[in-house]
């Protein structure tokens, strides 16, 4: 496994080509915006090195027999699967954002359930490349960026149809050697923290989108990749010099379009070409998984509810009934978000290619739930924060000798407490809630791992529902129920 400081430095060795304001960046590693992004997927790899946190953060190959970090790990068993989610509460409370490696760990997993599928019908070997692949990910402890939405201009379009080709990845040729695709991905979180990156298909297909059908991995520089960085709301608050407007100044999350201009993609690392019918599967594996993986976003809401009952205390109001019947209310939300990431595990069953899958009924209601309770709790803890959240003024008017001795006096609550911790926690409420932050928490939880209709339909379809119409017409005495 590798330490944060070898992640560190394996992301100095790439050459990515990513854009931002409209400048090429030089050095991504060190770029002030992007830092914080960075430092969130370097804690997956200092956790995984804490002894206290082995059980949760690291798994045992079952290629190699070796110690891997758990994001790199096929699921075996269900305690793998419970462990999943349990890891991501525990990234997302030590960081306080999406940190963002998990679309890889997804991807990966889903693989080992469709390129065996697909091996088994087709009599093809894309299984045996994938383990290939798989390996060189454990071996080198990598995080990958799990790129599956496409751009999808007119949505009422299949890919084929589409007046620009491109709006769905596609292979535009074939040869000895590989094949050359074309395309994008958008909205691809963590994509220039990541040394690899696995590109899936976004949709189901038919016939006519076979070019469309395509599952593959490239190292994340591969010549032809071009990475435009998404802006966030304060983002250039970053590049201040202090720390306090930032409200979490350590850690956050990112979200780049990915350009793919003719990139050629050697066969060993094509896991998917043409075989459209399985192109739905793969999306379904990895949606499923990455709903599970907004387990994410009930460590961040303990991050929340934390800051809430902080700011509670410091304004001398935590005692009051309605104040605690809010936490108690955020509390019931985030469990009960919790209880769906470890439910759709703990019913989780093995796959013919011996992976472990997650219940997709319960994973789907998991993120259906996340559509909307983090908002939920985001609106209490902004109630209980009161207005000053976004009325402060900045970090310098605390320093500049003319207006510091009027904030430190007229901005204090509990007199026990430093004026200075008060913002601090104000300004981490509105990072989370209206910031950077909110990204993740917010919007993310709405759009991520698919929009909440996307889970509706498969909640729709994956429900039982002549076994319960059957239970019910029997108790009332139909009888040929
Ligand atoms: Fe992981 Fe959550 Fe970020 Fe998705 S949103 S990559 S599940 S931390
Ligand atoms: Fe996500």
Redesign the pocket.
Known sequence: MMTPQQYEESLRRLNLVVYMFGKRIENVVDDPIIRPSMNAVAKTYEMAMRPEYEDIMTATSHITGKRINRFTHIHQNIDDLVKKSKM?RLL?RATGC???R??GMDALNALSIVTYDIDQKHGTSYCKRFIDYLTYVQENDLTCDGAMTDPKGNRGLPPHKQTDPDMFLHVVEERADGIVVRGAKAHQ??AVNSQEVIVMPTIAMRAEDKDYAVSFALPSDAEGIIYIMGRQSCDTRKLEAGQLDRGNPFFG?HEALVVFDNVFVPWERVFMYKEYEFAGSLVENFAAY?RQ??A??VGVGDVLIGAAQTVAEYNGVERASHVKDKIIEMNHLNETLYCGCISCASEGHKEPSGTYAVDKLLANVHKQNVTRFPYEIARLAQDIAGGLMVTMPAEDDFKAPATAKWLEKYYAGDCDVPTMNRMRILRLIENLTLGTAAV?YLT?SMH??GSPQAQRIMISRLVNLAEKKRAAQKLSGIEDA
């Open positions: 991501g997302g999406c940190f963002q998990c679309v979180t963590g999350g990455h993986s907004y994410c976003k993740g993310e991520g791992a």
